[in-house]
């Protein structure tokens, strides 16, 4: 049994008359600790496979498990607490809330969870001990997003999802996160899912999905991923 277990899940959503067949009966398996990249072209299903995973959107059929919970049956309640209790949610837009210093960001999700990390000691870790008492208005893009990672890994998830975390930064901003998020899932064993468009950055990958109209069309396993420091675009 895998960690991670997606069996013939379909997302339909219903458009006026019409049916949009989101996801069209994806499957594939993920361990613990593993690094998967998801790529794809704009429409692909990409954010949709990260959605239903996350407890954020429910899908129209199949099987999603993950460490032993069935989530595609639980109900509202279920749910709530699947993403309050095992979810990282990085996105490609910060989601900050601009009247709270950085610290305060990370504190705010440690209240909702059970076991997590001590915000200034997460922020430390992703290089922010000297910006912590900032707003986000007073952050650049990258340490922005490095407050949205940390106030991910504060709530000490069971998996770390990210969309597109890379989508509204400069290519060596980007290149720091990418590694950031590299080396939190080597060191901590966290397991993490990056979702992109980008295919240059598949060889960062322990797996890469290659998601095109709603299924998976490869899957590529990397015996031994490339730092994100080698990688060019």
Same mark, same amino acid.
Request: net charge negative.
């Given at each position: 049994? $895998?960690?991670?277990?997606?069996?013939?899940?379909?997302? %339909?959503? @219903? %458009?006026?008359?019409?049916?949009?067949?989101?996801?069209?009966?994806?499957?594939?398996?993920?361990?613990?600790?593993?690094?998967? %990249?998801? /790529?794809?072209? $704009?429409?692909?299903?990409?954010?949709?496979?990260?959605?239903?995973?996350?407890?954020?959107?429910?899908?129209?059929?199949? @099987?999603?498990? =993950?460490?032993?919970?069935?989530?595609?049956?639980?109900?509202?309640?279920?749910?709530?607490?699947?993403?309050?209790? *095992?979810? +990282?949610?990085?996105?490609?837009?910060?989601?900050?809330?601009? !009247?709270?210093?950085?610290?305060? !960001?990370?504190?705010? /999700?440690?209240?909702?969870?059970?076991?997590?990390?001590?915000?200034?000691?997460? #922020?430390?870790? =992703?290089?922010?001990?000297? @910006?912590? !008492?900032?707003?986000? $208005?007073?952050?650049?893009?990258?340490? &922005? &997003?490095?407050?949205?990672?940390?106030?991910? #890994?504060?709530?000490?998830?069971?998996?770390?999802?990210?969309?597109?975390?890379? +989508?509204?930064? *400069?290519?060596?901003?980007?290149?720091?996160?990418?590694?950031?998020?590299?080396?939190?899932?080597?060191?901590?064993?966290?397991?993490?899912?990056?979702?992109?468009?980008?295919?240059?950055?598949?060889?960062? +990958? *322990? @797996?890469?999905?290659?998601?095109? !109209?709603?299924?998976?069309?490869?899957?590529?396993?990397?015996?031994?991923?490339? *730092?994100?420091?080698?990688?060019?675009?």
């Amino acid at each position: 049994m $895998s960690y991670i277990e997606f069996e013939n899940v379909t997302k %339909v959503y @219903r %458009v006026g008359e019409v049916d949009i067949h989101a996801l069209a009966g994806v499957s594939f398996q993920i361990e613990k600790g593993q690094f998967i %990249v998801v /790529a794809g072209a $704009s429409g692909a299903g990409k954010s949709t496979i990260l959605n239903i995973l996350g407890g954020m959107d429910t899908c129209t059929d199949g @099987r999603i498990e =993950v460490d032993g919970s069935n989530v595609d049956s639980m109900d509202e309640k279920q749910l709530t607490d699947y993403r309050r209790y *095992d979810i +990282g949610f990085v996105f490609q837009f910060y989601n900050l809330v601009q !009247n709270l210093t950085a610290l305060e !960001n990370v504190e705010l /999700a440690t209240q909702i969870c059970r076991n997590p990390l001590d915000p200034a000691t997460t #922020l430390s870790k =992703v290089g922010l001990a000297e @910006r912590m !008492n900032s707003f986000p $208005s007073q952050l650049s893009g990258g340490e &922005q &997003q490095r407050v949205a990672i940390a106030r991910a #890994l504060a709530k000490n998830p069971k998996l770390l999802l990210c969309d597109e975390p890379t +989508g509204a930064l *400069d290519y060596v901003t980007g290149k720091q996160i990418l590694k950031l998020l590299q080396e939190t899932c080597r060191e901590t064993g966290m397991t993490v899912i990056i979702i992109t468009h980008n295919l240059a950055l598949c060889p960062m +990958g *322990d @797996r890469v999905f290659h998601v095109r !109209n709603g299924l998976i069309k490869s899957e590529e396993i990397n015996e031994h991923p490339q *730092d994100i420091d080698t990688i060019e675009w």
